[in-house]
């Protein structure tokens, strides 16, 4: 009896290792080979969506026809993103004199929960909603299109740059004047936060809109409603800003 493995065990090892690799998202799998990523084109992206993100979200239907998937398969944007949060948690200990294990703690906080872990609860609620509400193919016979959920963290991610200017940087340069007890400090710092608020909340309505299988997408649209709501009886004495730095920082 032969111990060599035969022809069909490697054919069935290498079936087995393919399959594999393949359950693992390519962004994944590519998220420490930094020589492949293009940060060029994550830079480009990150500046229209400040300016023209409608823009962005018309390359995903080239994306989609060159690699069948309306997700990003390049986590440049994802580590460039969470690098300048990493930054922004450095400049902040700084000011706040957290020291090297509060600096530590306030990145680990911003980069995992803030940016990671909402972001995820949020892409996974939007992608049962998209999917379960919102999904139509109008031809029968077509190929039922579903939202990926690795999309729907990409929108997450676009969704949450503009917030992360408003909130983590320019921010930053106005603690002096948000920390005083006036009613100028209350309307400064609530209205960046209703801003980036609504900033979030438009820009994830675009990238659901730019999906041509889903029907009322203005629904995305609605928080906008609550939030303005809020930011006026905010204005009435409770100031958004000196609340979450607090929660931050002490």
């Given at each position: ?42 830079m480009w992206q ?155 909340v438009y820009g ?8 041509p299988f889903l ?36």
């Open positions: 009896m032969s111990l060599l493995p035969t022809t069909n065990e490697y054919a069935s090892s290498s079936h087995r290792q393919r399959r594999s690799s393949r359950s693992i998202p390519l962004i994944i799998r590519r998220i420490f080979r930094f020589p492949q990523m293009d940060f060029e084109f994550a990150m500046c229209y969506l400040l300016i023209a993100p409608r823009r962005v979200y018309r390359n995903i239907y080239y994306h989609k026809q060159t690699k069948n998937q309306w997700a990003r398969d390049d986590p440049a944007f994802l580590v460039l993103l969470a690098s300048l949060l990493s930054l922004s948690a450095v400049a902040w200990g700084f000011a706040y004199g957290l020291g090297f294990v509060g600096i530590l703690r306030a990145m680990l906080f911003m980069v995992l929960v803030d940016f990671l872990l909402v972001g995820s609860l949020v892409a996974t609620f939007s992608w049962f909603v998209t999917n379960r509400f919102l999904a139509h193919n109008a031809m029968a016979h077509a190929v039922e299109q579903k939202v990926e959920w690795a999309y729907a963290f990409d929108v997450h991610c676009n969704s949450f740059f503009p917030v992360f200017l408003v909130l983590y940087v320019v921010q930053f340069f106005f603690v002096p004047l948000l920390q005083r007890s006036s009613w100028i400090s209350i309307v400064v710092g609530n209205t960046m936060y209703f801003v980036s608020a609504v900033w979030y994830t309505f675009l990238g659901y809109n730019a999906l029907e009322h997408t203005e629904l995305f649209l609605y928080p906008i409603i609550i939030c303005i709501i809020l930011f006026a009886a905010s204005l009435f004495g409770f100031n958004i800003s000196q609340s979450v730095l607090a929660l931050y920082f002490g």
